[in-house]
């Protein structure tokens, strides 16, 4: 079982909730889903969709067919009909348009029934869930259940007022359109999921890893973690800030970090661009923040709410200066739990910035992840910060009379010390008997600032060996799909692009072309003579990104020599599809 | 009870006669007069002449960048509301470059204290106008006179909803070490502007200049009055310089009115571990 039911309609009448409901329907049914919404930069008068992609198996990516297509407004059909076979269920109102003969037809009376039953116009929406409960042969209970817990606030009253619409759907199906009943929704016992985005799963991430300081301006796609976190915030015990602009939100995180609290951030590239100044400060003074970048096309405002890989080298380089940070990009929600809980304890641990990555269609497509995924990762959680200490190693060699109440003098905390791992230790602002400052200026063991040669040498070749550090001891090598050894294809990519490209290998084996596929989470920096030895083989590479230059391609041959020729970039601001890469991989093999 | 010498880091670097070596010492007489010592107290510098006192002042301390002290300090303050923060910066980095920090800390409320260099002039970069520079000043930057008129401190910080404005003569320390106090006493945020002349880029606004303008507010002035308080502060634009606590009033601040913060400060809070709590939102 593995079909595609889409909605369109206006924006600002509640499309994008109406897919989550029946994004939730679905899981509750038992089924897999991944799912993906289009809207345009603005709150009213454009063309929303979305569509949800239900299976039996685990999926994270779009299928090119549209087995039912819910048309709130003729645009609907118009703009997605080219995605229809003859198969195709198009769900329309006669009274309000008219549509070809070449799908099978289900007209529902939308207007009339919210004539009848004095609806607003956004309670079409509800209609529509019926009819596809209906269509779909699924429990019409789940849908009357979440319609109880949307509205629990308001109401019997308004409880029953919106549960008609529901059944007026339904009723319509089962008296008109029996024969037309696909079957697809059959409750089935499966494993408990949770339905979320990639931003969900940073948010949810964020908490498990014990952040207590969120501080943005919201962005697009990123901002669902600030209205999440900012919603959870009591419950939890952590702070969000919405602050002026990014360089305030950089900072405040800074400061609480500088003050002993895991703090993060999260933007747009827009956002990035004026947070950079102080992703430098955080490298030379060694405070450590995790920073959530959503990307979307630009340059500039570029395309709002559309999708594209287009900051990768900006974010690698980001920051005047050499300083060293660690960039993450996660492939699926799984991995975003995972690695922006791995995200914070980096930080900590290396005392930097680390930048997790996504972008629109990761952040805000919702995925189905396995309850049971999530509550074992939290069992096995444990926070590691690092170097972080209550009292100074070197605190009771020393005299180690600060902390006497007969003599409060304090000292100057070596908060810089030069250290084999480059990594010194860290001491939280207000332990008594010590001080310390955090200086962005150029800086000797204690903080104090200098401009001398040696003392600069040793600063930089400290911050140096904490890459050295990390690279043998927390940097993960990509994952490789498929058999590397006996595949001829093998195809390069990173961060979202993984669950379509791995679609596309099973595309391709199906027409007997069996190929390998290379992961890439772990971003930067890379651990060179082993990445080079993945990419040095006599092997055809296909480089899979989702902007134009190739970026990650451009970032590998810096890293390890090795160019990749052969290249699939798509930048039109839509996700990539397995059936373009299949189309493109075979026009190669031709060549 | 701590010493001048606990808190004196390195030997300040300022010119002969420079009015930071005034405010300097007075931020250290009124932490001193607090019952404050290194550990207990935390600073944020900006770029400037100013912002050098990080090495002349022993604290928990961060030298940030040029006008990113302040959000760095609301970060500090989030983090541990029962340490007193202050943002210590100059008229460029707080008016200028950091100017929209202020406008909003103002808004917040936030428990911080911002103590400013205002000298008319970067002393650091050798002596370009600052925001606060009268209107016509002659500088490298402005070799026919500045063109904008300058910004009104006290008016900008309580038109943007301070709790606490005061202002201060680099002259006059002790006045300072009273403004200081009663700016970190302050719950919510505190402002002190302290007019400092710069003895070697700025011939115009000098000791003597601030002598016979500036004048302390009377005994019997009504600092809790908004209305009053902008009539005062508008003197500044008829170079007349009122000192003092120009407006004082009692409202709760940003992490008074945070409910997670009740109980405990952030950092000393335990670790959130009912995730279920979070994880039904998404079934």
């Given at each position: 079982m593995d079909f595609t039911w889409k909605i369109g309609g206006e924006a600002g009448f509640g499309i994008m909730t109406t897919g989550v409901v029946f994004s939730k329907i679905a899981t509750r049914s038992g089924y897999h889903i991944f799912d993906y919404v289009e809207y345009p930069s603005?709150?009213?008068g454009g063309h929303n969709a979305y569509e949800v992609h239900v299976s039996g198996q685990e999926i994270s990516h779009l299928k090119p067919e549209i087995d039912i297509l819910i048309c709130l407004n003729k645009e609907t059909f118009e703009k997605h009909?080219?995605?229809?076979?003859?198969s195709s269920l198009v769900v329309f109102d006669q009274d309000e348009f008219k549509i070809e003969d070449d799908f099978k037809k289900v007209n529902v009376p939308f207007k009339k029934i919210l004539s009848d039953l004095k609806g607003?116009?956004?309670m079409k929406n509800t209609i529509a869930l019926g009819v596809s409960i209906g269509l779909l042969g699924g429990d019409i209970n789940e849908l009357l259940k979440i319609v109880e817990e949307q509205f629990a606030k308001k109401g019997e009253t308004v409880i029953n007022f919106n549960r008609q619409f529901v059944q007026a759907g339904s009723d319509e199906i089962k008296k008109n359109y029996s024969d037309l009943?696909?079957?697809?929704?059959i409750k089935k016992s499966a494993e408990q999921k949770l339905v979320m985005t990639g931003n969900d799963a940073f948010s949810l991430g964020s908490v498990i890893a014990d952040c207590r300081v969120y501080s943005a301006y919201p962005?697009?796609?990123?901002s669902s973690v600030l209205t999440n976190l900012a919603a959870w915030q009591e419950e939890v015990g952590l702070v969000t800030r919405h602050a002026e602009d990014e360089i305030s939100v950089i900072n405040t995180a800074i400061g609480a970090s500088y003050a002993g609290v895991r703090s993060a951030v999260g933007t747009s590239g827009g956002g990035f661009a004026l947070m950079v100044e102080s992703i430098s400060f955080a490298g030379i003074t060694e405070i450590p923040i995790v920073v959530f970048i959503a990307q979307r096309p630009?340059?500039?405002?570029?395309?709002?709410t559309w999708t594209e890989q287009g900051d990768l080298l900006f974010t690698v380089f980001s920051g005047h200066g050499e300083f060293q940070k660690i960039v993450l990009a996660p492939g699926d929600n799984e991995e975003m739990i995972e690695l922006t809980a791995k995200a914070y304890n980096l930080a900590d641990i290396y005392q930097l910035p680390v930048i997790v990555m996504s972008d629109m269609y990761l952040s805000e497509s919702h995925k189905s992840v396995s309850k049971k995924f999530v509550d074992d990762f939290i069992t096995s959680y444990k926070v590691n910060r690092g170097?972080?200490?209550?009292?100074?190693?070197f605190a009771e060699a020393?005299?180690?009379?600060?902390?006497?109440k007969l003599q409060v003098k304090s000292q100057n905390f070596l908060r810089y010390k030069i250290t084999e791992d480059g990594i010194s230790e860290r001491l939280i602002p207000g332990t008594p008997g010590y001080f310390y400052q955090a200086n962005?200026?150029?800086?000797?063991e204690d903080g104090h600032t200098t401009e001398e040669a040696q003392p600069r040498v040793d600063q930089v070749d400290k911050r140096t060996r904490k890459w050295v550090t990390y690279l043998s001891h927390d940097f993960a090598m990509p994952k490789v799909y498929g058999d590397l050894e006996k595949s001829e294809i093998v195809f390069v990519s990173w961060g979202s692009n993984k669950g379509t490209v791995l679609q596309a290998q099973k595309l391709l084996s199906k027409k007997g072309t069996f190929s390998a596929f290379i992961h890439f989470n772990?971003?930067?920096?890379?651990?060179k003579e082993k990445v080079t030895a993945l990419l040095n083989q006599n092997k055809r590479y296909i480089l899979v990104e989702?902007?134009?230059?190739?970026q990650f391609g451009k970032l590998l041959m810096m890293e390890t020599?090795?160019?990749?020729?052969?290249k699939f970039l798509k930048y039109d601001g839509r996700p990539i599809t397995a059936e373009e890469i299949v189309h493109k991989v075979i026009k190669f093999i031709k060549s | 009870m701590s010493t001048i010498q606990d808190f004196s880091g390195y030997n300040p670097t300022w010119c002969?006669?420079?009015?930071d070596w005034g405010i300097g010492v007075a931020i250290k007489q009124a932490l001193i007069q607090l019952n404050l010592n290194p550990s207990s107290v935390a600073a944020v510098f900006g770029i400037g002449c100013s912002g050098n006192m990080n090495d002349f002042l022993n604290a928990y301390v961060i030298h940030s960048l040029h006008g990113r002290a302040i959000p760095n300090a609301i970060g500090i303050k989030i983090a541990n509301h029962q340490m007193p923060v202050l943002a210590i910066v100059g008229d460029g980095d707080c008016?200028?470059?950091?100017g929209n920090h202020l406008i909003h800390a103002c808004r917040g409320n936030h428990d911080i204290t911002v103590i400013v260099h205002d000298n008319g002039v970067y002393g650091l970069t050798t002596g370009q106008v600052s925001?606060?520079?009268?209107?016509g000043f002659k500088s490298?930057?402005?070799?026919?006179?500045?063109?904008e008129t300058p910004i009104n401190p006290l008016a900008l910080t309580l038109t943007s909803g301070a709790t606490f404005v005061a202002q201060g003569f680099a002259g006059d320390v002790l006045h300072i070490i009273s403004m200081i106090k009663a700016g970190i006493e302050h719950k919510g945020f505190s402002i002190i502007n302290i007019l400092q002349?710069?003895?070697?880029?700025?011939?115009?606004?000098?000791y003597q200049y601030y002598l016979q303008r500036a004048y302390k507010l009377d005994?019997?002035?009504?600092?809790?009055d908004f209305k009053i308080a902008v009539q005062k502060s508008l003197e500044m634009n008829e170079e007349k310089f009122p000192l003092g606590i120009i407006y004082q009033v009692e409202k709760p601040s940003f992490t008074d009115q945070?409910?997670?913060l009740k109980e405990q400060t952030l950092v000393n809070k335990k670790r959130f571990i009912d995730f279920d709590k979070l994880t039904k939102l998404f079934t």
């Open positions: 603005l709150i009213r009909k080219h995605r229809l076979t003859s607003l116009p956004v009943i696909l079957n697809y929704l962005m697009t796609p990123s630009g340059p500039a405002t570029g395309m709002p170097k972080l200490v209550k009292n100074p190693s020393s005299e180690g009379k600060q902390n006497s962005s200026y150029e800086h000797v772990h971003i930067y920096p890379l651990d989702n902007n134009s230059w190739g020599g090795v160019e990749i020729k052969e | 002969p006669g420079c009015g008016y200028g470059e950091g925001p606060t520079a009268q209107k490298k930057s402005t070799p026919n006179g500045i063109l002349p710069c003895v070697t880029f700025n011939k115009i606004n000098t005994a019997n002035y009504k600092k809790d945070l409910p997670q």
